[in-house]
Protein backbone atom coordinates (compact mmCIF):
# COMPACT_ATOMS: atom_id res chain seq x y z
CA UNK A 1 0.00 0.00 0.00
CA UNK A 2 3.06 2.17 0.10
CA UNK A 3 3.64 3.57 -3.07
CA UNK A 4 -0.56 5.33 -2.56
CA UNK A 5 -0.01 7.50 0.08
CA UNK A 6 3.66 8.05 -1.30
CA UNK A 7 1.77 9.43 -4.50
CA UNK A 8 -0.76 11.34 -2.14
CA UNK A 9 2.67 13.23 -0.46
CA UNK A 10 3.79 14.47 -3.96
CA UNK A 11 0.46 15.19 -5.45
CA UNK A 12 -0.86 17.01 -2.38
CA UNK A 13 -3.83 14.87 -1.53
CA UNK A 14 -6.11 16.10 0.28
CA UNK A 15 -5.88 13.04 2.98
CA UNK A 16 -2.31 13.78 3.25
CA UNK A 17 -2.06 15.86 6.20
CA UNK A 18 -4.67 13.66 8.58
CA UNK A 19 -2.52 10.51 7.42
CA UNK A 20 1.07 12.09 8.38
CA UNK A 21 -0.69 13.34 11.69
CA UNK A 22 -2.18 10.39 12.77
CA UNK A 23 1.24 8.40 12.11
CA UNK A 24 3.56 11.14 14.03
CA UNK A 25 3.13 9.45 17.20
CA UNK A 26 4.79 6.07 15.46
CA UNK A 27 7.83 8.15 14.07
CA UNK A 28 11.24 8.58 14.96
CA UNK A 29 11.98 4.41 14.90
CA UNK A 30 14.21 3.89 11.62
CA UNK A 31 17.66 5.06 10.94
CA UNK A 32 17.68 7.58 7.85
CA UNK A 33 20.67 8.00 5.83
CA UNK A 34 21.13 9.99 2.92
CA UNK A 35 23.49 9.29 0.61
CA UNK A 36 24.64 12.16 -2.16
CA UNK A 37 27.69 13.29 -4.56
CA UNK A 38 28.12 13.98 -8.39
CA UNK A 39 26.40 12.12 -10.90
CA UNK A 40 28.65 9.14 -12.02
CA UNK A 41 30.05 8.35 -8.68
CA UNK A 42 28.52 5.25 -7.56
CA UNK A 43 25.85 6.37 -5.20
CA UNK A 44 23.39 3.82 -6.71
CA UNK A 45 25.69 0.85 -6.64
CA UNK A 46 26.76 1.15 -3.26
CA UNK A 47 23.38 2.12 -2.49
CA UNK A 48 22.67 -1.70 -3.36
CA UNK A 49 25.59 -3.19 -1.71
CA UNK A 50 24.33 -1.23 1.88
CA UNK A 51 21.22 -2.57 1.29
CA UNK A 52 22.15 -5.83 0.40
CA UNK A 53 24.24 -6.01 3.93
CA UNK A 54 21.35 -4.42 6.17
CA UNK A 55 18.90 -7.31 4.22
CA UNK A 56 21.18 -10.35 5.59
CA UNK A 57 20.93 -8.85 8.71
CA UNK A 58 17.33 -9.13 9.01
CA UNK A 59 16.51 -5.26 8.44
CA UNK A 60 13.95 -3.93 6.24
CA UNK A 61 15.86 -1.40 4.25
CA UNK A 62 13.34 1.21 2.57
CA UNK A 63 15.03 3.49 -0.36
CA UNK A 64 14.13 6.32 -1.55
CA UNK A 65 15.94 7.01 -4.77
CA UNK A 66 15.48 11.15 -5.75
CA UNK A 67 15.93 11.09 -9.29
CA UNK A 68 15.25 14.09 -12.16
CA UNK A 69 12.16 14.52 -12.93
CA UNK A 70 10.86 13.84 -17.32
CA UNK A 71 10.40 16.57 -19.12
CA UNK A 72 7.54 14.93 -20.76
CA UNK A 73 5.93 13.41 -17.83
CA UNK A 74 6.59 15.04 -15.06
CA UNK A 75 7.37 11.83 -13.28
CA UNK A 76 10.59 10.58 -12.20
CA UNK A 77 13.18 8.76 -15.20
CA UNK A 78 13.51 5.47 -12.60
CA UNK A 79 17.47 5.40 -13.42
CA UNK A 80 17.88 4.20 -9.86
CA UNK A 81 15.41 1.63 -9.78
CA UNK A 82 16.26 0.19 -12.94
CA UNK A 83 20.11 0.02 -11.76
CA UNK A 84 19.22 -1.60 -8.52
CA UNK A 85 16.57 -4.21 -9.92
CA UNK A 86 18.47 -6.98 -8.85
CA UNK A 87 17.96 -6.44 -4.77
CA UNK A 88 13.91 -5.07 -6.00
CA UNK A 89 12.16 -8.81 -5.53
CA UNK A 90 13.81 -9.21 -2.12
CA UNK A 91 11.86 -9.82 0.99
CA UNK A 92 12.31 -6.84 3.03
CA UNK A 93 12.81 -4.64 0.77
CA UNK A 94 11.02 -1.36 -0.93
CA UNK A 95 11.98 1.00 -3.48
CA UNK A 96 10.62 3.80 -4.41
CA UNK A 97 11.90 6.23 -7.19
CA UNK A 98 11.03 10.48 -6.93
CA UNK A 99 10.65 12.88 -9.00
CA UNK A 100 12.79 16.09 -7.98
CA UNK A 101 9.96 18.86 -9.96
CA UNK A 102 12.20 21.49 -9.96
CA UNK A 103 12.51 21.42 -6.15
CA UNK A 104 16.03 22.46 -5.03
CA UNK A 105 18.06 20.68 -2.74
CA UNK A 106 18.66 17.77 -4.61
CA UNK A 107 14.94 16.03 -2.66
CA UNK A 108 11.88 15.68 -4.10
CA UNK A 109 9.42 17.98 -2.17
CA UNK A 110 7.46 15.00 -0.56
CA UNK A 111 10.39 12.90 0.53
CA UNK A 112 10.40 13.96 4.22
CA UNK A 113 6.93 12.51 4.33
CA UNK A 114 8.50 9.42 2.49
CA UNK A 115 10.49 8.90 4.99
CA UNK A 116 8.21 9.08 7.44
CA UNK A 117 5.99 6.72 5.77
CA UNK A 118 8.83 3.98 5.45
CA UNK A 119 9.17 4.71 9.18
CA UNK A 120 5.47 4.69 10.49
CA UNK A 121 5.91 0.93 7.93
CA UNK A 122 7.92 -0.37 10.02
CA UNK A 123 11.07 -0.13 8.17
CA UNK A 124 14.54 -0.33 10.01
CA UNK A 125 16.85 1.75 8.00
CA UNK A 126 15.63 4.19 5.28
CA UNK A 127 18.31 5.15 2.72
CA UNK A 128 18.07 8.28 0.36
CA UNK A 129 19.52 8.52 -2.57
CA UNK A 130 19.27 12.10 -4.02
CA UNK A 131 20.47 13.05 -8.13
CA UNK A 132 23.94 15.05 -6.87
CA UNK A 133 24.56 18.08 -5.25
CA UNK A 134 25.35 21.84 -5.83
CA UNK A 135 25.61 25.28 -4.07
CA UNK A 136 22.19 25.53 -3.35
CA UNK A 137 21.45 21.68 -3.23
CA UNK A 138 22.78 20.55 -0.08
CA UNK A 139 19.10 20.17 2.09
CA UNK A 140 19.36 16.33 1.79
CA UNK A 141 21.36 17.22 5.43
CA UNK A 142 17.54 18.14 7.07
CA UNK A 143 16.09 15.20 5.60
CA UNK A 144 18.38 12.33 7.43
CA UNK A 145 20.12 11.48 10.03
CA UNK A 146 24.12 11.15 9.28
CA UNK A 147 24.95 12.19 5.26
CA UNK A 148 27.30 10.23 3.22
CA UNK A 149 28.70 12.43 0.33
CA UNK A 150 30.19 10.09 -2.33
CA UNK A 151 33.35 10.88 -4.56
CA UNK A 152 35.34 9.57 -6.77
CA UNK A 153 38.89 9.88 -8.54
CA UNK A 154 39.57 10.85 -11.90
CA UNK A 155 36.45 13.32 -12.36
CA UNK A 156 38.33 16.17 -12.07
CA UNK A 157 35.18 18.10 -9.47
CA UNK A 158 36.34 16.53 -6.50
CA UNK A 159 37.32 19.07 -4.74
CA UNK A 160 34.96 21.84 -6.93
CA UNK A 161 31.97 20.00 -5.74
CA UNK A 162 33.41 19.95 -1.68
CA UNK A 163 33.94 23.63 -2.41
CA UNK A 164 30.03 24.20 -3.71
CA UNK A 165 28.62 23.49 -0.01
CA UNK A 166 29.48 19.43 0.71
CA UNK A 167 31.94 20.27 3.41
CA UNK A 168 29.43 21.40 5.76
CA UNK A 169 27.14 18.68 5.14
CA UNK A 170 29.02 15.49 5.02
CA UNK A 171 28.92 13.34 8.29
CA UNK A 172 31.33 10.56 6.45
CA UNK A 173 33.01 11.06 2.86
CA UNK A 174 33.38 8.09 0.80
CA UNK A 175 35.90 7.98 -1.68
CA UNK A 176 34.38 5.42 -3.42
CA UNK A 177 35.58 3.25 -6.89
CA UNK A 178 39.09 3.77 -5.29
CA UNK A 179 40.52 1.24 -7.45
CA UNK A 180 41.34 3.54 -9.44
CA UNK A 181 44.18 6.23 -9.58
CA UNK A 182 44.27 9.45 -7.97
CA UNK A 183 41.72 7.49 -4.66
CA UNK A 184 45.00 8.88 -2.03
CA UNK A 185 44.94 12.71 -3.89
CA UNK A 186 41.35 12.44 -3.17
CA UNK A 187 42.19 11.74 0.44
CA UNK A 188 44.87 14.16 1.19
CA UNK A 189 42.98 16.80 -0.36
CA UNK A 190 39.84 16.01 1.91
CA UNK A 191 41.85 15.69 5.08
CA UNK A 192 43.37 19.42 4.46
CA UNK A 193 40.18 20.53 3.42
CA UNK A 194 38.50 19.14 7.04
CA UNK A 195 41.67 20.87 8.94
CA UNK A 196 40.80 24.14 8.12
CA UNK A 197 37.19 23.68 8.62
CA UNK A 198 35.82 24.75 12.30
CA UNK A 199 35.12 21.79 14.67
CA UNK A 200 31.35 20.58 14.91
CA UNK A 201 31.79 17.74 17.39
CA UNK A 202 31.75 15.39 14.90
CA UNK A 203 34.82 14.83 12.62
CA UNK A 204 33.59 13.13 9.22
CA UNK A 205 35.80 10.09 8.50
CA UNK A 206 37.12 9.51 5.04
CA UNK A 207 36.59 6.63 4.10
CA UNK A 208 36.98 4.03 0.42
CA UNK A 209 34.96 1.67 -0.83
CA UNK A 210 34.31 -0.12 -4.52
CA UNK A 211 30.65 -0.70 -4.68
CA UNK A 212 31.08 -2.95 -7.74
CA UNK A 213 32.76 -5.51 -5.72
CA UNK A 214 31.26 -5.06 -2.49
CA UNK A 215 34.94 -3.70 -1.03
CA UNK A 216 34.74 -1.32 2.16
CA UNK A 217 30.66 -1.26 2.54
CA UNK A 218 30.99 -3.01 6.24
CA UNK A 219 32.98 -0.59 7.34
CA UNK A 220 31.12 2.30 5.83
CA UNK A 221 28.34 0.44 7.77
CA UNK A 222 30.21 0.52 10.96
CA UNK A 223 31.04 4.44 11.17
CA UNK A 224 26.87 4.68 10.17
CA UNK A 225 26.16 3.57 13.09
CA UNK A 226 28.70 5.07 15.48
CA UNK A 227 27.83 8.57 14.37
CA UNK A 228 24.27 7.22 14.57
CA UNK A 229 25.32 6.14 18.29
CA UNK A 230 27.38 10.12 18.52
CA UNK A 231 23.94 11.55 17.65
CA UNK A 232 21.98 9.52 20.22
CA UNK A 233 24.58 10.50 22.72
CA UNK A 234 24.87 14.26 22.52
CA UNK A 235 21.33 15.24 21.41
CA UNK A 236 21.86 15.20 17.80
CA UNK A 237 18.38 13.05 16.77
CA UNK A 238 16.78 15.85 18.33
CA UNK A 239 18.56 18.54 16.50
CA UNK A 240 18.11 16.94 13.82
CA UNK A 241 14.49 16.60 13.99
CA UNK A 242 13.56 20.38 15.40
CA UNK A 243 15.58 21.48 11.36
CA UNK A 244 12.94 19.03 9.83
CA UNK A 245 9.86 20.85 11.41
CA UNK A 246 11.22 23.72 10.40
CA UNK A 247 11.77 23.29 6.99
CA UNK A 248 8.16 21.92 7.14
CA UNK A 249 6.94 24.89 8.50
CA UNK A 250 8.89 27.53 6.61
Known sequence: LLPIPISWMENGHPGARDLMARLWPQLGRAAVIGITGSPGAGKSTLTDRLA????????????????????FSGGAILGDRIRMQRIAAEPGIFIRSMATRGAL???????????????????????????????????????????????????????????????EVADLFIINKAD??????????????KSLAM?????????????????GV?????????????????????????????????
Not at 225 to 237: A, I, K, P, V
Open 52 to 71: RVLLAEGQKVGILAVDPTSP
Open 105 to 167: GGLARATQDAIDLLDAAGFDTVIVETVGVGQDEVDVVSCVQTCCVVLVPGMGDEIQAIKAGIM
Open 180 to 193: REGADQVERELEAM
Open 199 to 215: PQGWDPPVLRTVAQQGE
Open 218 to 250: TEMLAKLREHGQWLREHGGLARKARERARLRFD
